[in-house]
């Protein structure tokens, strides 16, 4: 089942803060999160675990809610390369191969 | 340096032509995956591979073949009987399972026109 991101898109100065959200009908096992620059290829950010256990990028961090039904990605001070579209992946369908993305959040960070 | 090579870069091809598309990576990765791309739907699974001379069907496999003789390449054929080929396709790899503690990597992308 595919996640749902929120906000579709938002738009930041340079410096401010942003969260964005992934949310499943199900508690999930890991949150895989990447960042899209137009017209290239994901780039990994990190990964969260079920423990809460992060892997990955120095400066953004993640975290589930209560249920881990959700997980919101947190990027703090914000600067212009941040700009790109975040996707969210989690484990589905059984295997512990398939990640399904969300349809992403369309992040633009302004000087 | 290793990691994931997909060429073309772009490739145009005429309706009703069969086109394969090239994924290579030198990483030593296990799994490889092809990802559909098309604006506003996210990444779409079409076929992945655990292991060499082994793939399953992903969420949108219609029109779509794959092979894995090796464990260096997964090349994908978008054949005839897909009816909207024109898309960004993306591959990807992993060390292993990907539902615990691994990720996917990407390669840069192959964008197919079909005209």
């Known amino acids: 089942q595919q996640p749902v991101q929120s906000p579709q898109a938002v738009i930041l100065r340079e410096g401010e803060d942003a969260v964005i959200n992934c949310s499943s009908s199900k508690a999930l096992y890991s949150v895989h999160w990447y960042r899209q620059k137009h017209g290239e290829a994901p780039v990994f950010l990190m990964i969260?675990?079920?423990?809460?256990e992060q892997k990955g990028h120095e400066k953004i961090s993640a975290s589930f809610n209560e249920k881990k039904q959700q997980s919101s990605l947190y990027l703090t001070a914000s600067q212009l390369s941040y700009s790109g579209t975040y996707f969210c992946?989690?484990?589905?369908?059984?295997?512990?191969?398939?990640?399904?993305f969300g349809k992403g959040t369309l992040l633009t960070v302004n000087p | 340096d290793g990691g994931i090579t997909q060429s073309p870069k772009y490739l145009f091809r005429k309706e009703g032509q069969n086109v394969t598309l090239s994924c290579e990576q030198n990483l030593n990765h296990d799994a490889m995956y092809w990802y559909r791309q098309d604006p506003g739907q996210g990444l779409r699974l079409i076929y992945y591979?655990?292991?060499?001379?082994?793939?399953q069907k992903g969420d949108i496999a219609e029109g779509y073949s794959v092979s894995r003789e090796k464990k260096e390449s997964f090349p994908l054929t978008v054949t005839s009987a897909q009816k909207n080929p024109t898309a960004f396709y993306l591959c990807a790899s992993s060390i292993d399972e990907v539902r615990a503690s691994d990720t996917q990597y990407f390669g840069p992308g192959t964008r197919l026109t079909v005209l």
């Open positions: 992946g989690t484990p589905s369908g059984g295997s512990n191969y398939k990640l399904t």
């Open positions: 591979s655990q292991i060499v001379n082994d793939f």
């Open positions: 969260l675990l079920k423990g809460g």
